[in-house]
């Protein structure tokens, strides 16, 4: 079936640590895929996103993320979280005809 | 200032009383949809429109209807609330095109009792 996956549903991490954040995709194409962060009480915010082209891509807040089309995965980083990076973040992929899907999120606490 | 709206924030209804969320967006954006968050879940797509007067089934419609009278308003309706439709719903929008982004409102938490 097709599926956007996101392995870990918690993840725990000290302030100026590395995060990475576990994204994989089953679908045929390569799709469109994006991540999301959803602050408490707030909408979903874009972090970044991939179409084609450099498989390295710079968002916003200081992340990045990297498309491995051989792992079907696109997998969100951060070299040093800050306190503020605390927040749920979803995965998501967009096909043809508007179809947009979400993975289940992965709830990330960061500790002093 | 781009923004999703959607009304109300907070809602709290009993079993069978129909209510409408409300949700409007000032982009101009033809593709509007609503989605469920429930936890362990993700978002889950209920409806959408590509535009107006065409809308379109997500991955669970079952209990919602949906109109797109004006490119701006997508609302939600929920003609007779169940306690399993309690969640938090966002509405969405996004200029039609399936790698443009998707701009989000700020969510409205339903208790249905």
């Known amino acids: 079936a097709q599926s956007v996956t996101q392995p870990d549903i918690h993840i725990t991490v000290s302030e100026g640590a590395s995060l990475e954040l576990r994204c994989n995709y089953s679908?045929?194409?390569?799709?469109?895929l994006f991540w999301y962060v959803q602050s408490p009480g707030q909408g979903l915010q874009l972090l970044l996103k991939?179409?084609?082209?450099?498989?390295l891509v710079q968002g916003i807040k200081g992340f990045e993320a990297e498309f491995k089309r051989s792992q079907s995965s696109f997998n969100l980083r951060k070299p040093s979280v800050h306190w503020s990076d605390a927040a749920e973040y979803f995965c998501a992929v967009g096909l043809t005809g508007n179809q947009f899907y979400f993975g289940t999120g992965t709830s990330l606490t960061v500790i002093p | 200032e781009a923004q999703v709206t959607q009304n109300p924030r907070y809602l709290i209804t009993v079993t069978g009383k129909k209510l409408t969320v409300t949700c409007s967006q000032n982009?101009?954006?033809?593709?509007m949809s609503w989605y469920r968050q429930d936890p362990g879940l993700g978002l889950r797509q209920i409806y959408y429109?590509?535009?107006?007067?065409?809308?379109d089934k997500g991955d669970v419609p079952e209990g919602y209807k949906v109109s797109r009278k004006e490119k701006r308003n997508f609302p939600l309706i929920l003609e007779s609330p169940s306690p399993n439709q309690t969640s938090l719903y966002f509405c969405?929008?996004?200029?039609?095109?399936?790698?443009?982004?998707?701009?989000f409102g700020e969510g409205s938490w339903l208790t249905v009792v």
């Open positions: 969405a929008s996004s200029s039609g095109f399936s790698g443009n982004t998707i701009y």
């Open positions: 429109s590509m535009n107006v007067e065409v809308t």
């Open positions: 991939y179409f084609s082209g450099d498989t």
């Open positions: 982009m101009n954006h033809e593709y």
């Open positions: 679908y045929g194409a390569t799709p469109y």
